[in-house]
Nanobody, 123 residues
Framework: VQLQASGGGLVQAGGSLRLSCAASGRTFSAYGMGWFRQAPGKEREFVAA????????SYAGSVKGRFTISKDNAKNTGYLQMNSLKPEDTAVYYCAAVLTPRTVVREIEYDFWGQGTQVTVSS
């Protein structure tokens, strides 16, 4: 499956952004999806994941209650709604897909990756 992430940009602290991850090439409904991020000088880290049905989610503690991951299989698109953004959320955000029914939080398990989209939160 090919993934195309979009929706990043510059936003003030406290603002919101919605990232999209458009999938093509295979049956998106068969894949669990995740979002990861990498800040300058840091390793890539887990943000959120959803199972292939879109029903079961998991979040990193730093974003829980502020971010919402979702998946629309009819549109072959996943989303990450980000509210109450903080400067420490600044990073390149990547979407990823894995052929499994589970909710996957480990980066190493993901098979396919999008190209990343920059999110910058100003204070």
């Amino acid at each position: 499956v090919q993934l195309q992430a979009s929706g990043g940009g510059l936003v003030q602290a406290g603002g919101s952004l919605r990232l999209s991850c458009a999938a093509s090439g295979r049956t998106f409904s068969a894949y669990g999806m995740g979002w990861f991020r990498q800040a300058p000088g840091k390793e890539r880290e887990f943000v959120a994941a959803v199972d292939r049905s879109g029903a079961i989610t998991s979040y990193a503690g730093s974003v829980k209650g502020r971010f919402t991951i979702s998946k629309d299989n009819a549109k072959n698109t996943g989303y990450l709604q980000m509210n109450s953004l903080k400067p420490e959320d600044t990073a390149v955000y990547y979407c990823a897909a894995v052929l499994t029914p589970r909710t996957v939080v480990r980066e190493i398990e993901y098979d396919f990756w999008g190209q990343g989209t920059q999110v910058t939160v100003s204070s």
